[in-house]
C-alpha cells in the first residue's frame, strides 16, 4: 500500500524572501502610575486614615476621606463627617419597607 500524503503540508519557503519584522519597538504609552490628576486614590486616603486613628474610615467615601485628611479640617469637623457616614451605612442594612400583602 502507498504512503498517503499529509493534506497539511507545510509550505517551505523560498531561499531568497525573509519574513517581515516585527517593529523594534512598541507605540510608548503615556505613564499613568504616579501622573494621577485626581489626587491620591481611596484605598491610599484610606492607609492614611488608618495611621492616623480615624474611626470607621472604611465606610467613608472618597471625597469624605480628602476632607477629613486635609490640612486645617477639626476634630469635630471629621466627626461630624464620620457621623454622617455612619448614619449613611446603618441606612442601608434595614428591612426595607413593609409591603402591603396582595389579596389572592
Known amino acids: ?3 498517503k500524503k499529509n493534506k497539511t503540508t507545510k509550505l ?7 519574513k517581515p519584522k516585527a517593529p523594534a519597538k512598541a507605540p510608548e504609552k503615556p505613564e499613568t502610575f504616579g501622573a494621577r490628576s485626581n489626587g491620591p486614590s481611596r484605598n491610599e486616603l484610606m492607609l492614611e486614615a488608618k ?3 480615624v474611626k470607621n474610615f ?14 486645617g479640617t477639626t476634630q469635630e469637623r471629621a466627626n461630624e463627617i464620620v ?3 455612619v448614619a449613611r451605612w446603618k441606612n442601608g442594612w434595614g428591612t426595607g419597607k413593609r409591603r402591603e400583602k396582595i389579596p389572592t
Open 58 to 71: 472604611r465606610i467613608l467615601n472618597k471625597q469624605e476621606l480628602a476632607e477629613i485628611l486635609k490640612d
Open 12 to 18: 517551505k519557503a523560498k531561499p531568497g524572501t525573509k
Open 83 to 85: 457621623a454622617g457616614a
Open 51 to 53: 495611621a492616623r486613628g
Open 1 to 3: 500500500m502507498p504512503a
